[in-house]
């Protein structure tokens, strides 16, 4: 799978909205953008997942550029229980590839 | 739904001892995978099943790490001889694959620590 990049950490303030990026600029045109969460001492916890268009669900937003080049995760209103680990991975939409590379992902703190 | 079941939730050991953990997928899923999680870093995968098949291991996977799913529901993953550096978050995930947008979901891992 092709390799994604993510800033380490991010803040945000509580009820603000967040934006988490993560660039992307080998992938495929066959592969999917998924997001996941890790909250602390739990397994990691499906957000959602795109090809081209942007996708919303409950539970976030995901922004894909035009060029599929890099993404965002859009949370439009952090609460406390939003701070987690947040790893952009990509998935080849083949037979045969299924691993998960995760990566560090991005550490989200939200300030109360 | 009740999720993916690990246990036990944590086991200690001593170096050298053999341990074993449990994964209870998803009712009806038909793959169930493996990945090792230590401190700071993301998940790594080790292997993954599609129903009682092993279709593919990672290198991280020594020989001395050995995972069955003998009916095709639940799985167990044994580590041999343990050594210091085993000690990590043992995570299993299951999906009901027909292409991979489907999700994986997780349970809450097993944490090994060797002593």
């Known amino acids: 799978d092709a390799k994604t990049t993510q800033p380490n950490s991010m803040e945000s303030n509580e009820e603000e909205p967040v934006h988490l990026p993560c660039n992307h600029s080998?992938?495929?045109?066959?592969?999917?953008i998924h997001w996941y969460r890790q909250l602390p001492s739990q397994g990691p916890e499906y957000v959602i997942h795109?090809?081209?268009s942007n996708v919303n669900n409950r539970m976030a937003s995901l922004a894909i550029a035009e060029d599929r080049k890099s993404s965002t995760l859009i949370l439009h209103r952090a609460t406390l229980r939003d701070a987690a680990v947040y790893y952009c991975?990509?998935?080849?939409?083949?037979?045969?590839?299924?691993?998960?590379?995760f990566g560090t992902g991005t550490s989200l703190t939200v300030i109360p | 739904d009740t999720g993916v079941s690990q246990n036990p939730r944590h086991k200690i050991t001593k170096r050298g001892q053999n341990v074993t953990f449990r994964c209870d997928p998803i009712s009806e899923h038909n793959r169930l995978y493996w990945y090792r999680q230590t401190l700071g870093q993301g998940p790594e995968f080790l292997t993954y099943f599609q129903n009682e098949a092993q279709l593919e291991k990672s290198r991280l996977l020594s020989d001395r790490f050995s995972a069955e799913r003998p009916k095709g529901s639940f799985s167990t993953l044994e580590i041999q001889r343990t050594e210091q550096g085993d000690s990590a978050m043992y995570l299993c995930?299951?999906?009901?694959?027909?292409?991979?947008?489907?999700?994986?979901?997780f349970g809450d891992g097993t944490r090994l620590s060797i002593l």
């Open positions: 995930a299951s999906q009901l694959y027909s292409g991979n947008r489907q999700p994986q979901h």
């Open positions: 080998t992938i495929s045109g066959t592969d999917y």
């Open positions: 991975i990509l998935r080849r939409r083949i037979i045969g590839a299924n691993q998960f590379y």
């Open positions: 795109g090809l081209t």
